[in-house]
């Protein structure tokens, strides 16, 4: 009865999109049960048990002995509550500090023991590589191996650790991969694994706050220099004499002294040979280019470059290029340097790389607050773990200043006070900027400062991780997803450098440190510890409210860990931009008194206020952008299964030879069946790869000028712009069948294969990589301020 109210009440309490913990809990007595046994056996034997282990319990009580002996930790209940959440596929919610690296750890080992592939996402390179050896003994204890990733990583590098049965690396460079596998054309060549099971580190940060973000692949075609020498040659020739346009103006065609003309300027070669395919097709483009493109009427040149105009709609479409060359053709004409912005081969966001694999599951400091939308956009659900000693760290309210410069003075004075204590000080600003002036005024009061700004993950971790020493001030911007613990009295041995650095060490040698060097190390650090802790603990000061209260817990977080004294407060200014673009109050017009502090009683309603309202666009542009990518991404994954078929099968020789039976009979003749697979697979694929890009490049323009289009005939812009994605892609898909029969009918075809440059027809002489943010420095609130800013420019929906 008592339970049964007591359940209720659980039920009643819990929030929304979370899951229940007591079907973990249970488990609990049974892994505890377990422990004196599994101590009791030899590694190896430890090894065969994992090998073995039947229910996630059994994974539980194993890998906890796995992390007692390979790292001198032994899991607490609460760590195997949260690896059990993640072995069911759910987010977990367990505060900063509380050993997720571990949690996830058994996680990933327990998914790999039953046979699946993981991938632990990490936030960047230097956490992927930090925590893969870290972790490595308590996996080479459960006997399965684990590999890391980082962006110096050679492709047979990446092959090797996608291998492995629990592989570390970044969500970009796991999406580049994926992105950069988009343009091979041998299986051979290909380096990314087949998604199976991703366990996604600081969660929110990934799936939300960058779900956004595309990756974007791009590469620029070799336009030849010549392109110059061809667009003089043309310019030299006349029509009717040289050249013939046909009536409707959409072809043009050399005549005989036309090409006799051309053949002279280039030094007297005969261009109809198979030597000079090439220069034929330039000099065709180039004339195109010429005689078919009008300035001012198929395209425009602004600021140095050629911008087409749709003839539909007679506006400019920025993100468009001609095809094939085409472009610089007419940048040759116009005496353009080729424009080096290249083109956008393929791109993909991190949502849709996460939605590609069968179980996804993660971990973080704050995924209550985004219940919802994980449920929303992944159908994952949170489990909320309990600390494993309550915490005690003290919130203060937010502190409201009336200018910007009020506040600062407000901060440093702040810090000023809480140094002369020797109490350590965390400073989490929104912006660089920001962070710079702080502590220039931290200098001129006679504080030292270490200053975090983004640009060196290894570096800054060792720093964040020294945040806690007695009297140490440290200023950084974007705390959310560093992954770095800050313990007071400052790190620990062996955490004070990389942890890679040690565990580069043989295994053995670090366990034999001298006993007494190491029990003394101890003890300082204990001493340490206690000494700050009696002082009060971290002191976390944010000096702005971020975008969404979530950001805001993860700075607080980063003080209390594990039940230590800690606490934390926010400053506002009326002049922060959340205030100022989502207050929608007035300020409150109370007197404001020389030191600027406003007292009102509606100042904290005005900032949580601002911080919903801005909660909420972010939402409904993800929401939307979301609608926008829904579609394409669904027929990214049609040409990606197309594009694969076409890779490891016959599929495509077999196409082209139906349909031009008579070029196949004479091909075959001269050549073995191989070099025509081979050789209607790299045909097939230029096509596919092409007409990819060339419809992207189409959608992202439609997407753009949607809303005017369809506001001004009364349609629902989502619905047109699926209709339109609908109907381009068949129309790609048919092109490319035609494009490819029309090469492999034309294309010189020798035992090394189709020469598709001969035919003009290059694939990207190189490609790179980026993720698309407004400005990588930037603060989360200016990103999302700008990205609002366009939003709003837009007419609605
Ligand atoms: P989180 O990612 O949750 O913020 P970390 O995984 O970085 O936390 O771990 C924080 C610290 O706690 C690390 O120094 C780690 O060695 C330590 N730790 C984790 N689990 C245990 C444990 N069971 N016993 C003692 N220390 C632990
Ligand atoms: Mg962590």
Redesign the pocket.
Known sequence: MASGFRGRVRRFLQKPGTADLGRYQRFLPEITEQGPRLRGLADAQLAAAAAEAASAADICAIGREA?RRG?G????DV?LLGTLAMLSGQVVE??????????GAIAAAGYALRGRSVQVMSVNDYLARRDAEWMRPVYELLGVTVAWIGQESSPQQRRLAYAAQVTYASASEIGFDVLRDRLRTDVADLVAAAPDVVLI?EADSVLIDEARVPLVLAGAVATAAADTQMAQIVRRLSRRLHYEIDEEGRNVRLTDAGARAAERALGGIDLYTEEHLDALTRLNVALHAHALLQRDVDYIVADGRVRLVDESRGRVARLQRWPDGLHAAVEAKEGLSASDSGEILDSMTIQSLVRRYPTVCG?T?TAVAVGEQLREFYGLEVAVIPPNVPCVRIDEPDRLYATVRQKEEAVADLVTTMHAQGRPVLIGTLDVAESERLARRLKLAGLSCAVLNAKNDAQEAAIVAEAGAYGSITVSTQMAGR???I?LGGA?RG?RTDHHQARDHDHDQAAGHDNDQARDHDQARDHDHNQVAELGGLYVIGTGRHVSSRLDHQLRGRSG??GDPGGSVFFVSMQDELIVQYGREAPPDAEVPPDGRITDARADWLVGHAQRVAEGVLLDIHRNTWRYSKLIEDQRQIVLEHRDQVLRTGEALQALAGRCPERFAELSTALDEDVLQKAARQIALYHLDRGWTEYLARMADIREGIHLRALGRGLNPLDQFHAEAVRLFGHMLDEVARQSEETFATVPISADGADLAAAGLMRASSTWTYLVQDDPFGSPLSRAARSIGRLIRKPPN
Request: without cysteine.
């Open positions: 992390a790292l930790e032994e899991p607490f760590q367990m505060a900063t500090g509380e050993g997720k690296t571990l949690s580190d971990m400091g992954g770095t613990d313990r620990k955490q860990r594990q």
